[in-house]
């Protein structure tokens, strides 16, 4: 593995017309982390992931990827330095079992784009790191099986088996439980706690429940603004953070 990766932002800042919807957040994620980010609805958690994956372009501020500014990359050439989101399972994806997904996926990133899934099979590597992949996210019983036909909380699981077949270094999850059954949302997020640590991990989550349990650090956004971070036992004893949750950051 390469050298450990931070990402840090500096003053990031995105308007829309008079409406601020992220306002001067300047924040670093640690190599190794599990970092969540909570605040109210609308607080601008997903438009922070926007910006960091290239979706909006920010009204100013910077966003930085192991030292080198990559504000104004293309999302693609952020995926190939290291820095992934989910994907939404689209319609082709579904079709296909577990195992073809993710081996395009890895082919893909390799650059075998002639590769078309029916021939996958014959690139006996793709196959094994295919697998290998799946063991880490428990769905090698799975992997002959048909996305659309199984549970969503798999099928959440596959979407992050797709991101983690860029090879990320730093995976970033919108709300990744969203959806789903709580009891598969318990079983996502401890296959989440088990990925290598060289995986830098930054999750937006409403459930202070999981976010409490998976965490090691803890962002807080409030209209747009950072409100606090710390550890969770910090995030959980702070008076501010307790009325903006009206008692609910007590899980800790
Ligand atoms: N493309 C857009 N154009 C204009 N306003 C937007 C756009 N995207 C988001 N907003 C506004 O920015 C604010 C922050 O939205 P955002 O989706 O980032 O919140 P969030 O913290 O992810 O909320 P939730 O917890 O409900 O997912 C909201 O008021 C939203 O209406
Ligand atoms: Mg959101």
């Given at each position: 593995m390469s050298q450990d990766i931070t990402l840090r932002t500096e003053g990031l800042t995105k308007r829309w017309g008079p409406f601020?919807?992220?306002?001067d957040v300047s924040l670093t994620f640690e190599p190794g982390a599990r970092h969540a980010l909570i605040g109210p609805n609308g607080a601008g958690k997903t438009t922070f992931i926007n910006l960091l994956t290239g979706g909006f372009m920010p009204s100013s501020g910077k966003v930085y990827l192991g030292g080198e500014d990559?504000?104004?990359?293309p999302q693609h050439q952020r995926v190939r330095r290291g820095m992934t989101r989910t994907f939404q399972l689209n319609t082709l994806f579904a079709g296909m079992t577990v195992l073809e997904s993710v081996a395009l996926a890895i082919c893909e990133r390799r650059g075998l784009?002639?590769?078309?899934y029916k021939t996958v099979a014959k690139h006996a590597d793709v196959i094994d790191e295919a697998m290998a992949l799946l063991a880490t996210l428990k769905l090698t019983d799975q992997a002959?099986?048909?996305?659309?036909?199984?549970a969503y909380g798999k099928q959440r699981l596959v979407e992050i088996a797709l991101a983690l077949a860029t090879k990320p270094r730093i995976l970033l999850l919108d709300e990744p439980a969203a959806g789903i059954p709580q009891a598969e949302s318990k079983e996502l997020f401890e296959v989440l706690a088990q990925l290598p640590r060289d995986v830098t991990v930054l999750f937006i989550e409403h459930d202070m429940g999981l976010v409490f349990r998976f965490a090691d650090r803890i962002t807080v956004l409030v209209g747009g603004k950072v409100l606090t971070e710390g550890t969770p036992a910090e995030i959980a004893a702070d008076q501010r953070v307790k009325e903006v949750y009206l008692g609910e950051a007590e899980h800790g």
């Open positions: 601020v919807a992220n306002s990559i504000t104004h990359l784009q002639s590769v078309w002959n099986s048909v996305t659309r036909s199984m």
